[in-house]
């Protein structure tokens, strides 16, 4: 299956982490989220909508781009 990568701002703890992923399942529920936190890179598996997967995740605080 495919992933998804997305490069997120911002993260600097475990609570960061877990409000990244909380956005992203709002948008694609039924996603598997894998989240580095030194890199703030994301993979999102299967891949969603990258400009509303995104914007969930600015609205929870942090920057975000389709890798």
Do not use: H, N, W, Y
Request: proline share 4%; hydrophobic share 45%.
């Amino acid at each position: 299956m495919t992933e998804q990568i997305f490069s997120v701002e911002g993260m600097t703890c475990g609570g960061c982490v877990a409000s990244v992923e909380r956005a992203i399942l709002r948008v694609v529920p039924q996603a598997r989220v894998t989240v580095e936190l030194d890199s703030g890179r994301v993979g999102v598996t299967p891949p969603g909508d990258a400009l509303a997967i995104c914007d969930a995740v600015e609205a929870a605080g942090f920057g975000c781009k389709a890798a």
